[in-house]
């Protein structure tokens, strides 16, 4: 397979594959020369129709560790906006001899319908709530690391998982791994069918955090709601935000994750996000040695 459109479509060895590879390119990104010749011939471009600060410099910096020439293109600053189609957009970019196109899109499917029509490589970096592979790959990575291992890890997704890619790439990668999962929030915010995944729902913030090894903390995606929803921000913050007082009340040290953006004070208190128990941090350095692990082993079936 040239491309990663989902976790949906890549198997355990898929993934212990990645996480070996990138545990050998976090060695090299801590070193005083943190670059590798490996994907000299390689050129990328990173198309983003939906903001991003993590994920895209993420990208573009395991690119250029890795040695690639990178072009990027944010769709507010292109000819998108003077009505100019996707698949012409990429067809444009890759007759400039592109060979792998990071893409992220707001509409659900975009990277697999691009894979379909284009010759190149596709990464998807998101893709409206469907998935969020690397992100998802950076999450079990950390836990990984944290915890020694994701099989048998008990871990509760927390907030708005109807709009999430984030909590559907997730729910897939840990329970390929081993890893037993919750989802926990409003009801108007649980898929209704959630529990064919394999996932149960626990409404109580408190019993899915005692039950917990890891919580991972979503942020409410008012971009993609009604205005009027159900909880408001301060009814949830109540409800389902977590604040010091709660997780120092458990009856165990649980780790916290978080994808960011944080809405500082409603998912989750500043106190916590910057407390020793928070890995929001550690996501984000790993996301670098993830995606050079992606990038390099998509490459070379390329090269
Ligand atoms: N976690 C994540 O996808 O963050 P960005 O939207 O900033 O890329």
Same mark, same amino acid.
């Given at each position: 397979?040239?491309?990663?459109?989902?976790?949906?479509?890549?198997?355990?060895?898929?993934?212990?594959?990645?996480?070996?590879?990138?545990?050998?390119?976090?060695?090299?990104?801590?070193?005083?020369?943190?670059?590798?010749?490996?994907?000299?011939?390689?050129?990328?471009?990173?198309?983003?129709?939906?903001?991003?600060?993590?994920?895209?410099?993420?990208?573009?910096?395991?690119?250029?560790?890795?040695? /690639?020439? =990178?072009?990027?293109?944010?769709?507010?600053?292109?000819?998108? *906006?003077?009505? %100019?189609? !996707?698949?012409? #957009? &990429?067809?444009?970019?890759?007759?400039?001899?592109?060979?792998?196109?990071?893409?992220?899109?707001?509409?659900?499917?975009?990277?697999?319908?691009?894979?379909?029509?284009?010759?190149?490589?596709?990464?998807?970096?998101?893709?409206?709530?469907?998935?969020?592979?690397?992100?998802?790959?950076?999450?079990?990575?950390?836990?990984?690391?944290?915890?020694?291992?994701?099989?048998?890890?008990?871990?509760?997704?927390?907030?708005?998982?109807?709009?999430?890619?984030?909590?559907?790439?997730?729910?897939?990668?840990?329970?390929?791994?081993? /890893?037993? =999962?919750?989802?926990?929030?409003?009801?108007?915010?649980?898929? *209704?069918?959630? %529990?064919? !995944?394999?996932? #149960? &729902?626990?409404?109580?913030?408190?019993?899915?955090?005692?039950?917990?090894?890891?919580?991972?903390?979503?942020?409410?995606?008012?971009?993609?709601?009604?205005?009027?929803?159900?909880?408001?921000?301060?009814?949830?913050?109540?409800?389902?935000?977590?604040?010091?007082?709660?997780?120092?009340?458990?009856?165990?040290?649980?780790?916290?994750?978080?994808?960011?953006?944080?809405?500082?004070?409603?998912?989750?208190?500043?106190?916590?996000?910057?407390?020793?128990?928070?890995?929001?941090?550690?996501?984000?350095?790993?996301?670098?040695?993830?995606?050079?692990?992606?990038?390099?082993?998509?490459?070379?079936?390329?090269?």
């Amino acid at each position: 397979v040239n491309h990663l459109l989902g976790i949906k479509y890549i198997n355990n060895s898929d993934i212990d594959l990645i996480f070996e590879t990138a545990d050998h390119f976090k060695e090299v990104i801590n070193r005083p020369i943190k670059k590798v010749p490996s994907l000299r011939d390689i050129t990328i471009a990173n198309i983003f129709f939906e903001n991003s600060t993590r994920t895209k410099l993420s990208f573009e910096l395991a690119q250029k560790r890795l040695s /690639a020439d =990178v072009i990027s293109f944010s769709a507010a600053q292109s000819s998108v *906006k003077k009505g %100019e189609t !996707l698949i012409d #957009t &990429v067809n444009n970019i890759l007759s400039m001899k592109v060979d792998m196109v990071v893409m992220r899109h707001a509409t659900p499917g975009a990277a697999y319908f691009l894979s379909k029509n284009v010759k190149a490589s596709i990464i998807n970096a998101g893709d409206g709530a469907h998935e969020h592979p690397t992100q998802a790959l950076l999450d079990s990575y950390s836990i990984r690391e944290k915890l020694g291992d994701v099989g048998g890890k008990k871990v509760v997704i927390v907030g708005d998982i109807l709009h999430s890619r984030v909590a559907l790439s997730n729910i897939y990668a840990l329970q390929m791994q081993g /890893a037993e =999962v919750k989802v926990c929030g409003p009801k108007t915010l649980i898929p *209704k069918h959630i %529990e064919s !995944l394999g996932v #149960t &729902v626990e409404p109580n913030l408190r019993k899915a955090l005692e039950w917990c090894d890891v919580a991972n903390m979503l942020r409410v995606q008012n971009e993609r709601m009604d205005v009027n929803f159900f909880p408001s921000t301060r009814e949830y913050a109540q409800q389902y935000g977590l604040d010091k007082t709660l997780l120092d009340s458990l009856s165990k040290e649980i780790v916290i994750m978080h994808p960011g953006p944080i809405n500082r004070g409603v998912e989750i208190t500043s106190e916590v996000a910057d407390s020793s128990q928070s890995m929001i941090l550690n996501q984000v350095e790993n996301g670098v040695a993830i995606r050079m692990a992606v990038i390099y082993l998509l490459a070379s079936k390329i090269q």
